[in-house]
């Protein structure tokens, strides 16, 4: 898995000022950080029968930040 920033309770008392947190979403294109459930939906997509023909790829959870990281202007 390759997590994009998930709100755990030390990125939350990281960010518990508003204006670096505001600093962080900037950069998402979903808005919002992700949640700890979303990376274990991940995971468990990966041990199912469901990717039983997937190999050798990264799973990006992300919020789209891989694939379009925004900077404001």
């Known amino acids: 898995?390759?997590?994009g920033p998930v709100l755990t309770?030390?990125?939350?008392?990281?960010?518990?000022?508003e204006e670096?947190?505001?600093r962080?979403?900037?950069?998402?294109?979903?808005?919002?950080f992700g949640t700890s459930e979303e990376m274990v939906n991940?995971?468990?997509f990966l041990a199912s029968d469901e990717s039983s023909?997937?190999?050798?790829q990264s799973l990006l959870i992300?919020?789209?930040?891989?694939?379009?990281y925004t900077t404001p202007e």
């Open 62 to 68: 992300d919020g789209g930040i891989t694939a379009a």
């Open 20 to 22: 670096k947190r505001q």
């Open 9 to 17: 309770p030390l990125l939350a008392k990281y960010l518990s000022d």
């Open 42 to 44: 991940g995971a468990l």
């Open 24 to 32: 962080r979403l900037v950069h998402i294109p979903m808005g919002r």
């Open 53 to 56: 023909f997937m190999t050798g």
């Open 1 to 3: 898995l390759c997590p």
